[in-house]
C-alpha cells in the first residue's frame, strides 16, 4: 500500500513537473554538446548558429557549448545516448553520416533511434586535394595512379567511419581502385596538413577548410563528392561530372538533436523555434564569411534524410 | 634503524599492488580484440610489467631508496579528512548541489583541521565567515563569471 | 615543396602597425584581454585554450582587429596566468605549466612564492618577446620547419619527451620511468581514436578517456591536499615561513645572473613550440629537463631552484608567437588554441594565409603587435599581482588545504561540465598520494599521460603510410631528421643512465634509510 502511494505521488509529481517543464521551457541556459574540440569546424560553426539563441524569438535563453571530443565523435555521442539529461535542457550536434556509420560499424551505444533530431543547419561535402606542387590534375590523373600502383596511393581523412573515409570507400568502389587511406587523429586539421607538408600524396577534406587552403595557394582541390557543383567552387566538377557513380552519401550535414525520452512539449517547442534562430541575417553572414554552406532543414526533412542516409550506408559498408 | 623493517614491508606490498596492476593491464592488452587497437597497449604493458617487477623484487630484497611509507600517527590524521573529501565529491556534489555541499565540507574540514580551540565562539564565527567568504567567492567565480552549470539541488 | 605564403622583403612593416594598437579601444580591450586572461589563467581546470573559447562570443560584437587583440592578449596571459596556481597551489593550470611546479611550489613553501612569481613573470615576458619577434622575422624558415615534421618524425620527439621521464623529479630512474609506464597506460584508457575500438573502459566516466586537465588537477592538487591533512590539527605556527621581501630589482638581478636557464628555455620553446600537434604541451618540460642537465647545480633542481622557474616559464611564453607560425602562414592550427583562434579569425571572414598579410595587414600586424604589448603588460600586472599574492603562504594550511580542494572540484568539473571528470580528477589523486609516499612522482606520470596518445597516433598513421610506401624500416629509420632524432633519444638515454649511476655512489646512508 504504501509503495502504491508513493508510486502515485511519483507520478503526479512527474507530470505536474513535465507539464510545468514543457510551458516555461527553456527557464535555464542550454547546454549544447559538440563531438568534437573546440575550434574544429562543427564547434566553431555551432557557436555561430547558436549566437542568437538569447533573442526573444529564438529561444530566449543563451546555449552554452560543451565540447567532449575524441574517437571521431563516438565520445561524446556515447555520452549523449547513456547519460545526458532527457529534459530539454542538453543537446548535441549531429554529423551525418558520422554517427550513423558508426552505429552501423557497431562498438557503440547510439544508433538513428537513440536521437530526436530538430533541425539541420549546414551541409559540407566532401572534396579531393592534392598539395599545389603535386602532378595530378584531375580525378583521372589519381584513378590511373591509384591503378598502375595498386595500394600505394596514400591518401588523407578525418578518421575512420566519418564523412571523409565514406567518400574514400565511394571512390575506390565508384573507380574500382585500391587505394591507402591513412586516418589522422586531430580532425580535418591534421589530414589537411599531412597534405600540404607531402607526408601523403592527397587527402579527403572538408570543402570550406579545402577552399580556404586553396585560396592560400597551398593545395588542389579536384573534385567535389557532392550531387552538383558547389557555390564556393563553381570551377570545381563533381566526381560524377568526371565519369564516377558517386552521391552525396559522403556530405556532412550537421545540425542539432536532443536524446530520446526528451518530453514532446520540448521537441515541439524546439523545433518550432531553431530552424527560425538558423534563418538569421547575422547567422548567414558569420557563415558565409567563415566559408561554411549553411542547408537549413526542419524536423520532418531531416528524419527522412536520417532514414535514407542509414540505408545507403547498410548498403556501401555492408563488405566491410 | 628500527622502523626500517615496517616501510620495508609496506614497499613490498605498494610495490606489489603495482606489479599485479601491471600483469592485469598485461592480460587484457594480450587477449582483447581488435589486436590491431591493442598493438601499443602491449607495448606499454610488457615494459610496465617488467618496471614493476624490478621495482617488486629490488622492494623484497628492501633495496628500496625512495619514498618514507606510511606512519599510523599521518593516516590517523589523514583518515577523517579523506573521509569526508570522498564523501563530498563522490555523494554530495551531485546529490545536495556544488555549492551547498562545497560549502558544508569546507565548514566541516576546516573545523576539523583548524587547531584553534573548539570551545571559544570566536573560533565558530570566525570559521562560519572563513565558509561565507569561500563559498561567495567561488560562486561568483564559477557560476557569474564563467558561467558554468553546475548541478543544483539545495538552494543554488 | 612550394609554399602558397611568399614573404615580401620588408621585414619592419610591423611597426607601421604599431600605432593601432595604442587607439583608445584597443589598449582597453588590450588591457582587458591581460588581466582577464591573468585571472583565467590562474583559476585552476581553466587551460588557455578554454578561456580563448569562453572569450570568442564577445568577438562577435567587435571590429575583426579588436576582437583578435582581445584574443591576442588572451592568449598570452593565460598561459603566464597558469603560473600562478602552479606555484602557489602546485595545480597547473595547462600542461605547460607543470615543469612550473616543480621548482616553484618549492619556492613558495619555503616563503620565496613572491620571488618564484617574480622570476615567473619577468622570464615569460623575455621568452614570449622572443618568440613573437620570431614570429615576425623568421615565419617562412619557421613555417617551413614547422612542416618538415612529419608522422615519424613526431614519433621520435614523442620517444625524446618519454626518455626525459625518468630524469623528472624523481630520486629513482626506474621510479620515475615506471610512473611514466602508469601515465603511458592511463592514456590509452577510452575510445581509441583511429581504430574506434575500446579499451579499458571499466566505468562509464572513463568512456571519453581520462580529460588531461582534470588528470593534472587531481594528481598534482589532491596528493598536496591530503599531505596537509596528514599533519592533522597543526597550527600553521609549524610551518610559519617569513614572507621575505622581495624588491622587482633583486628579482630582475637574479634573472640576470641565471642567463643559462633563460637561454635554454627561450630557445627550447620557440622551436618546440612550432611543432604542430606536440609542441605546446611539452615545451616546459624539454626546457626544465634541458636546463638541468645543463646545470652545474643539478641537484638543486626541484628543491625549490630559480632555474627550474626560469626556464619553464620562458619556454612556455616563447612557445605562444611560434606555435601560431602554422596558423597565420598556412591556416593550419597547430595547437588546440589556435584552432580556437582560428575560429575567431573566420567569424570575421579573415582567411589566414596569403590573404591575411596580403589583404588584411592591418588585421594581422595589429593582431602579432598586440601580443608584443600584451606580454609587457602581462609581466607588469604579473609583477603587481606576485607580490600580493605571496601573502598566500600565510594561509592556514588547515584554510588551504579545503580551499584547494574546493579549486579542484570545481575546476575540473568546468572543463566540459562532467561529473565523471570529477570522480576521474579525485581517483587519480587519491591513488597518486599513496604512490607518492612510496618514491613514485606525479610529472613523469602525466608526461605519460600526455605524450602516450601522440606517441600511439604518429606510429599507426607512420606504419600505415609505411605500408603503402617504402616500408616501416626505412619510413621510420632513414632521412636525415629521422635520424638526428634518434640520435638524440639515444644520447638522452645514454645520459639518464651516466647520471643515475654516477650519483648512486654520492646517496649518504641517512638518505637511503629515510
Not at chain 1, 551505444?109 to 592534392?130: L, R
Not at chain 1, 603535386?134 to 600502383?149: G, I, L, Q, R, Y
Not at chain 1, 595498386?150 to 567518400?167: D, E, M, N, R, Y
Not at chain 3, 568539473?413 to 612522482?441: C, K, W
Amino acid at each position: 500500500m504504501k509503495n502504491l502511494l508513493t508510486a502515485a505521488t511519483l507520478a503526479l509529481t512527474t507530470l505536474a513537473g513535465g507539464a510545468a517543464l514543457a510551458e516555461d521551457y527553456p527557464e535555464r541556459p542550454v547546454m549544447m554538446m559538440v563531438s568534437y574540440g573546440a575550434g574544429g569546424a562543427t564547434d566553431f560553426q555551432a557557436r555561430i548558429v547558436t549566437m542568437t539563441a538569447g533573442n526573444e524569438d529564438a529561444l530566449g535563453m543563451p546555449v552554452a557549448i560543451i565540447n567532449k571530443p575524441g574517437a571521431g565523435g563516438r565520445v561524446g555521442w556515447n555520452w549523449f545516448a547513456t547519460q545526458a539529461d532527457a529534459d530539454g535542457y542538453t543537446l548535441a550536434a549531429y554529423n551525418v553520416p558520422h554517427f550513423i556509420a558508426q552505429s552501423i560499424k557497431g562498438g557503440v551505444e547510439y544508433s538513428t533511434d537513440s536521437f530526436e533530431p530538430i533541425a539541420n543547419w549546414g551541409a559540407d561535402p566532401a572534396v579531393f586535394v592534392v598539395a599545389a606542387d603535386s602532378p595530378m590534375n584531375s580525378m583521372d590523373d589519381v584513378v590511373t595512379f591509384a591503378k598502375d600502383n595498386p595500394g600505394k596511393l596514400t591518401f588523407s581523412g578525418a578518421g575512420l567511419f566519418v564523412g571523409h573515409h565514406i567518400a574514400a570507400l565511394q571512390l575506390e568502389k565508384a573507380a574500382g581502385v585500391k587505394m591507402a587511406y591513412i586516418p589522422t587523429k586531430g580532425g580535418g586539421a591534421a589530414a589537411m596538413k599531412a597534405v600540404i607538408a607531402g607526408d601523403v600524396m592527397g587527402g579527403v577534406n572538408n570543402l570550406s577548410d579545402a577552399f580556404r587552403a586553396q585560396e592560400a595557394g597551398n593545395v588542389k582541390i579536384l573534385g567535389v563528392f557532392d550531387l552538383e557543383r558547389n557555390d564556393f567552387l563553381p570551377d570545381v566538377p563533381t566526381l560524377k561530372e568526371q565519369g564516377y557513380d558517386i552521391d552525396n552519401a559522403s556530405v556532412n550535414f550537421r545540425g542539432i538533436m536532443v536524446p530520446k525520452g526528451t518530453p514532446p512539449e520540448v521537441i515541439e517547442t524546439l523545433a518550432a523555434t531553431v530552424p527560425e534562430m538558423f534563418n538569421n541575417d547575422r547567422v548567414a553572414k558569420k557563415m558565409a564569411a567563415g566559408g561554411s554552406p549553411m542547408h537549413i532543414m526542419d524536423r520532418e526533412e531531416v528524419q527522412a534524410m536520417w532514414a535514407a542516409r542509414e540505408e545507403t550506408l547498410k548498403a556501401l559498408l555492408a563488405g566491410l | 634503524m628500527s622502523t626500517s623493517s615496517l616501510p620495508r614491508l609496506q614497499h613490498v606490498c605498494a610495490s606489489g599492488l603495482v606489479a599485479a596492476v601491471g600483469v592485469w593491464v598485461a592480460w587484457i592488452s594480450y587477449t582483447q580484440q581488435p589486436s590491431e587497437a591493442f598493438l601499443f597497449p602491449r607495448l606499454i604493458s610488457t615494459v610496465f610489467v617488467v618496471l614493476a617487477l624490478w621495482t617488486f623484487f629490488k622492494a623484497l630484497l628492501g633495496w628500496t631508496k625512495v619514498g618514507h611509507g606510511l606512519g599510523t600517527h599521518e593516516m590517523a590524521n589523514l583518515l577523517p579528512g579523506l573521509v569526508i573529501a570522498l564523501v563530498y565529491v563522490f555523494w554530495a556534489a551531485k546529490a545536495l548541489g556544488f555549492y551547498t555541499a562545497g560549502a558544508i565540507a569546507f565548514f566541516i574540514l576546516l573545523s576539523l583541521y583548524d587547531p584553534a580551540p573548539h570551545r571559544e565562539v570566536r573560533t565558530w564565527v570566525r570559521r562560519a565567515i572563513i565558509t561565507a567568504i569561500y563559498l561567495a567567492v567561488m560562486y561568483g567565480l564559477f557560476a557569474k563569471l564563467l558561467k558554468v552549470y553546475t548541478p543544483r539541488e539545495i538552494l543554488f | 615543396m612550394s609554399i602558397g605564403y611568399e614573404r615580401r622583403d620588408i621585414d619592419l612593416e610591423f611597426l607601421y602597425y604599431f600605432g593601432d594598437v595604442f587607439s583608445p579601444v584597443s589598449f582597453g580591450l588590450l588591457l582587458l584581454g591581460t588581466i582577464g586572461g591573468l585571472l583565467l589563467g590562474a583559476t585552476p581546470g581553466l587551460s588557455p585554450t578554454m578561456a580563448v573559447a569562453l572569450l570568442i562570443p564577445f568577438t562577435f560584437h567587435l571590429q575583426p582587429v579588436q576582437g583578435l587583440i582581445l584574443l591576442g592578449a588572451a592568449y598570452t596571459s593565460t598561459v603566464a596566468g597558469g603560473a600562478v596556481s602552479a606555484i602557489l597551489l602546485k595545480i597547473p593550470g595547462a600542461p605547460a605549466n607543470i615543469a612550473t611546479t616543480l621548482d616553484g611550489h618549492t619556492m613558495a613553501k619555503q616563503g620565496k612564492g613572491a620571488r618564484a612569481l617574480q622570476l615567473s613573470f619577468l622570464a615569460s615576458a623575455v621568452g614570449g618577446v622572443i618568440g613573437v619577434l620570431l614570429l615576425i622575422f623568421l615565419t617562412p624558415v619557421l613555417s617551413q620547419w614547422a612542416l618538415a615534421f612529419g608522422p615519424s618524425h613526431l614519433f621520435w620527439l614523442a620517444i625524446l619527451g618519454v626518455t626525459v621521464i625518468g630524469s623528472l623529479d624523481s630520486a629513482s630512474v626506474v621510479k620515475g620511468l615506471l610512473s611514466g609506464c602508469i601515465g603511458l597506460w592511463l592514456a590509452t584508457i577510452g575510445f581509441d581514436d583511429i581504430m574506434g575500438a575500446q579499451r579499458f573502459i571499466f566505468h562509464p566516466a572513463l568512456g571519453g578517456g581520462i580529460n588531461i586537465i582534470a588528470a593534472l588537477i587531481g594528481l598534482f592538487a589532491i596528493p598536496q591536499v591530503l599531505t596537509m591533512f596528514a599533519k592533522g590539527r597543526t597550527s600553521s605556527a609549524a610551518e610559519v615561513i617569513e614572507v621575505e621581501k622581495h624588491s622587482i630589482k633583486d628579482a630582475i638581478r637574479e634573472l640576470v645572473r641565471r642567463p643559462r636557464a633563460l637561454t635554454i628555455g627561450t630557445v627550447t620553446g620557440s622551436f618546440i613550440g612550432l611543432i604542430p600537434g606536440v609542441g605546446g604541451q611539452i615545451a616546459g618540460l624539454v626546457a626544465y629537463d634541458q636546463t638541468k642537465k645543463f646545470s652545474p647545480e643539478r641537484e638543486k633542481f626541484g628543491k625549490g631552484h630559480s632555474e627550474g622557474v626560469i626556464a619553464a616559464e620562458a619556454a612556455n611564453n616563447a612557445m605562444v608567437g611560434p606555435s601560431l607560425v602554422p596558423l597565420l602562414t598556412l591556416s593550419i592550427p597547430g595547437s588546440p588554441t589556435a584552432a580556437v583562434l582560428l575560429g575567431g579569425l573566420l567569424i570575421h571572414g579573415i582567411f589566414p594565409g596569403t590573404d591575411l598579410f596580403d589583404n588584411h595587414p592591418d588585421v594581422a600586424w595589429t593582431f602579432i603587435n598586440s601580443m608584443l604589448i600584451g606580454q609587457v603588460l602581462m609581466c607588469i600586472f604579473g609583477l603587481y599581482v606576485a607580490g600580493l599574492a605571496a601573502r598566500i603562504a600565510q594561509v592556514p594550511q588547515s584554510v588551504m588545504a579545503a580551499v584547494v580542494l574546493g579549486l579542484a572540484v570545481f575546476g575540473s568539473y568546468s572543463v566540459q561540465s562532467s561529473m565523471g571528470d570529477v570522480y576521474v580528477m579525485v581517483t587519480l589523486g587519491v591513488i597518486m598520494y599513496f604512490l607518492e609516499r612510496f618514491g613514485f612522482s606525479a610529472a613523469p606520470l602525466v608526461l605519460g599521460l600526455i605524450l602516450g596518445p601522440i606517441a600511439e597516433a604518429n606510429f599507426i598513421q607512420g606504419s600505415m603510410i609505411a605500408g603503402a610506401t617504402d616500408g616501416l624500416g626505412a619510413y621510420f629509420l632513414t632521412g636525415t631528421l629521422n635520424i638526428v632524432l634518434i640520435a638524440v633519444v639515444i644520447a638522452s638515454i645514454l645520459y639518464s643512465v651516466w647520471m643515475e649511476l654516477r650519483t648512486r655512489r654520492y646517496i649518504s646512508k641517512e638518505e637511503i634509510m629515510g
